[in-house]
Each structure stands twice: as C-alpha cells, then as structure tokens.
C-alpha cells in the first residue's frame, strides 16, 4: 500500500510540476541579459502601453462596478415585474466575446454607420455641424469590456445580498432607514468580499485580453507580447513583458485579499418563508426595469440580433468547408484538453484524499501539487503562452540536438510545430476549473466508504476505480464541460500557439473581425456565443437552487 502512494505523489508532483513550468519559463527567460529591443521599448512606448493598461484595468472595474451592483442590488432586495427572467438574463452578456460587441458597435455608431447617417438626415447636418464621439478610444474599450464583464460582480454581489441577514434589513427598517441608507450601512459592507473578488475578475480579464484592444487599436501591455513575439520575433523582450504581466496579476490578487483580510462575517441567510424585499412604485419602478433591461439589450440582445441577421444574410458564404474544418480543429483540441484536465484532476484530488489520514505536514503537503495545478488560471492567456512557448522551444531544441548527436537525423519542431503546444497551454490555463469541480464532487465522499474499500481487500487503484470514480462522475463530466468551452473560446493562446494553416473557430472569427467582416464569420460567432451560454445556465441554476 505504501509504494503505491509513493508513486500516486509521484505522479502527482510530476503533473503539478509541469503545469507550473511555464510559468518558471517566463521568469527564468525574463531575468536573463536585457536586449537591445527590451531597452528601446522601454525607453520608449512601454511606459505608455503600461499607462494604457492601468486606465483600461481601473476604468473597466469602475464601469462593471456601475453596471453590475446596481443590478444586483434590485434582483435581491426589489420586487419587479419579470423578474425571474431578468435575473438570468442579466448574466448572458458574459457569453459574448468583447472583439465581436466591439465590431458591432462600432459598425452602429461609425461615420458610415447607420446612427450617423440617420441623425444627419433626420437633423439635415453636414459632418462639420456636429460632433459624435469616436467608440475606437480607450473609453470605448472600457464601455465595451464593462457590457460584457460586469456579470462577474452582479453574480457575486447578487448572491452575497441574497445571504445577507434578513434581522438585519428589518431592525435597519425599524430605525426609519430608506432603502438607500439600508443599501449604503448594511448590504453594501457586507458584501464587499464578494465585490472585492468579482472586480478582481474583472480586472484578470480586462489585464489579458486581447481581441477588444487589438481591434480597438488600444496599445496595452498585453498587445505588447503580442507584438513582440510576432512583429519581433523576440521571445525574450515579450518574457520580459510578460513577467511585468505577471507581477501586476499577482498585485491585484494579494490587494483583494489585503482588502479583505479582517472581515469575517457569520450571518443568517433570508427565510424561505419571508419575502422582506422593497415593492418599487412609479418613477423607481420604472428606471430599475429600463436600467437592468438596458443592460441585457446593449450587451447582449442588441449584438445577437445583430449576428442572427448577418447570419441569415450571409448563410451560404459562411457554410463553407473552412467553418466546418474549423468547428472540428475546435472540438478536438477542446475535447483533449478537457480530457486530459479531468484526469489531472482526479490524480491531484486523489492524492490529496489518500493523504488525508496522516499528520497535519503531510496533509499540507500533499495540498500543493492541487494548487500548483491551479495557478495557471490566474495568467494572462497571451502571457501563458509566452511561458508555453519558451517551454516547448527548449524541448525541440533538446530533442532535435540529442537527434543530432544520436545521428538520427532533425526531427523539426515535434512539439512547438504541432497541436501539442496549444492542448499544453489549454491545459495549464484552465486544469482549475477541473480541479475545483473533482475537489467540491470528492469532499462529498464520505471518509468511511475509503475504510470500507481498505476492508473488503481493494487496493488504491480498486478503491478509485470502483467507488471514487462512479461517485464523483457526475461533477467531473460537469467539469470537463466547462474546460471544454473555455477552451473552445479561448483566443489569446490559440493566436500566439496555433500551428501553421491551423484555425480554430475563435481565431477564425477575429481574423475576420480584424478585416472588418465579421458577417461573413457570424455563424461561427453565433456558434461560440451558444456555446458560453451552457456554463452561465449551470451557474444561474445554482443559484436558483441555493436561494
């Protein structure tokens, strides 16, 4: 029994090893000798791309900030009209890209655009009579991030004042409060870990993304790796950047949780049988329906309609053999990657499990091959594949000299060159979310089915297979679902790690986003959008189930 938990924790340092070495990659690759590049760009427009970067972070957290806790606040403590539906649909704007919102928008409210033409027909002005602002700034991109991310803090602070404690909402009303004051002293303190965690989200993934401030010509840190590695051909100068990356992300997780650090609350959850909500009349009715409805509209409605209709338009120019070879590179990489996630997960969690029993250090030791697994979600996606890509260099170049050496002649770029370099940093980047669905389906397995198993003669291998497996099936599918659509979304990596004359659905529709003809690419774009709808649905249903 002892030798196989000794080769179970092998196994598992040896995976939790791996997925951490990119990671080590860009430090290890950003710490060497500065280059000639690194000092220009330095010198030059890196202080500006890092300012860029600080106003996008700051401007997009403060307008899901305005957008999303607002919105929460009204589905947990107002009573509206259609509320059951806007409270899920509320959350559907996360399901659409940035870059593809940010097209339509800009399509709309252009020069060429029909807002434009139909107010200078309608008002008869000429273009020098009046000024329209232009959605292609820096603003615009905060605006168009905002209507897509806000979710993360309407989901997170929704569901910590749905916890609140109903005692203290009524003894805040019996000292005359109004909602506004019961608002700003009661639920807002108490819901502000679940605020400081959904901004802490939103600014990750305003931080790395890509395709909204590339199409917006908006220079930021993350278009900078991008450049550097394509436009350069630089790998250290982009690791180097990256490393800064790195470091920002690792800032913006230790203030959330410096934020947060000596709030502790114990509190009662609403009664299921009491409705203390406020009934909204009138004028403040009114403006809560046109606000949260307005949200869905711009950030979901309006766009999905948009691309039904290009769709519709352009069916026979987007059903072509390219959308078909793509939709496949797509579900087999996503299907890889969700295998192989799935196992790495049951492997971490497992060990953990068999550690369980022992002394409070092996029982720590034996949690750090789980985190270790789980560090690769918090990076960038175009930081991760800098990381990736220095990795897998170094393995071809190895192999191939070894080749060399051993007279076998060069095998070429075995893993830089194929599939297995972008299945590697899906895998790294979302190994997590598997993880965190094994673990929350194994906590559940009571401790006494592992004695009964030791009992009846199974060995480790036995145990898991015949009682484990079967029991946390259920919410490891669940969670292979979710590694499946994150990776069939996923656009950063899969530009920087794709193998030549290789798309995937994403990349195939910013390719065509970048040249301004996201009509011909919108059924795959409807295709990605149906997609991400499937983990909001599980999410939103959670949370129906829990309150």
């Not at 305003?206 to 908006?218: E, H, I, M, P, R």
């Not at 997780?253 to 000596?262: H, N, P, Q, T, V």
Request: charged share 15%; hydrophobic share 50%.
């Amino acid at each position: 029994m002892k030798e196989n938990n000794s080769s179970w924790k092998v196994a598992s340092w040896s995976v939790a090893a791996l997925l951490v070495l990119p990671i080590l990659a860009i430090f290890y690759t950003a710490i060497g000798e500065s280059d000639e590049l690194f000092r220009h760009l330095f010198s030059t427009v890196l202080p500006t791309y890092t300012w860029n970067t600080f106003l996008l972070v700051v401007g997009t957290m403060f307008l899901s900030l305005v957008f999303g806790l607002p919105s929460a606040w009204l589905m947990a403590m107002c009573r509206l009209p259609g509320e059951k539906v806007l409270q899920w649909a509320l959350v559907l704007p996360l399901a659409m890209p940035g870059y593809i919102v940010g097209y339509i928008y800009t399509d709309w409210f252009d020069f060429a655009g029909p807002i434009q033409i139909w107010l200078r027909n309608t008002l008869d002005l000429t273009p020098q009579q009046y000024w329209f602002p232009d959605l292609r700034t820096l603003p615009g991109a905060m605006t168009i991030l905002a209507l897509v991310l806000y979710p993360y803090v309407y989901l997170l602070a929704r569901s910590a004042f749905m916890e609140q404690s109903s005692s203290l909402l009524q003894s805040a009303r019996l000292l005359k409060c109004t909602p506004w004051q019961s608002f700003v002293r009661v639920s807002l303190p108490l819901a502000r870990p679940a605020i400081a965690v959904g901004l802490s989200l939103v600014a990750m993934e305003t931080l790395g993304d890509f395709g909204t401030v590339s199409y917006f010509a908006v220079s930021t840190l993350t278009t900078a790796v991008y450049d550097t590695w394509l436009g350069y051909s630089n790998l250290t100068a982009a690791a180097k950047i990256s490393a800064i990356m790195l470091l920002v992300v690792v800032l913006l997780l230790s203030a959330e949780r410096y934020s947060r650090r000596k709030q502790k609350h114990f509190q009662a959850q609403f009664s299921s049988h009491e409705d203390n909500r406020y009934a909204l009349r009138g004028w403040k009715k009114l403006f809560a329906l046109i606000w949260c409805w307005g949200l869905v509209l711009a950030g979901f409605v309006l766009p999905i309609m948009q691309l039904v209709n290009y769709a519709c338009r352009y069916f026979d120019r987007s059903w072509t053999l390219e959308f078909h070879e793509y939709s496949l590179n797509s579900l087999k990489v996503s299907f890889s990657v969700a295998v192989v996630c799935v196992v790495i997960a049951l492997l971490v969690n497992f060990y953990q499990r068999l550690m369980a029993q022992g002394d409070d250090r092996t029982i720590t030791s034996s949690s750090f091959p789980m985190r270790l697994s789980s560090l690769g979600y918090a990076v960038p996606g175009t930081v991760l594949a800098i990381g990736i890509m220095v990795a897998v260099l170094t393995l071809d170049h190895s192999v191939n000299d070894l080749a060399k050496l051993m007279e076998w002649g060069r095998p070429g770029l075995i893993f830089s060159g194929t599939m297995f370099a972008l299945i590697f940093a899906l895998t790294v980047r979302f190994a997590a979310v598997a993880v965190g669905g094994v673990e929350s389906g194994l906590a559940k397995v009571s401790p006494n089915l592992d004695m009964a198993a030791r009992t009846m003669g199974c060995n480790t291998t036995q145990m898991l297979k015949r009682v484990h497996i079967p029991l946390v099936m259920r919410g490891a599918l669940i969670a292979g679902l979710l590694v499946f659509i994150e990776s069939m979304k996923e656009l950063n990596a899969s530009i920087l790690l794709r193998p030549f004359n290789f798309e995937t659905l994403a990349t195939y529709v910013y390719n065509y986003v970048s040249d301004q003809q996201l009509e011909l690419a919108a059924l795959p774009a409807i295709l990605l959008v149906l997609v991400g709808l499937i983990p909001l649905i599980l999410v939103n249903r959670s949370l129906e189930k829990v309150h």
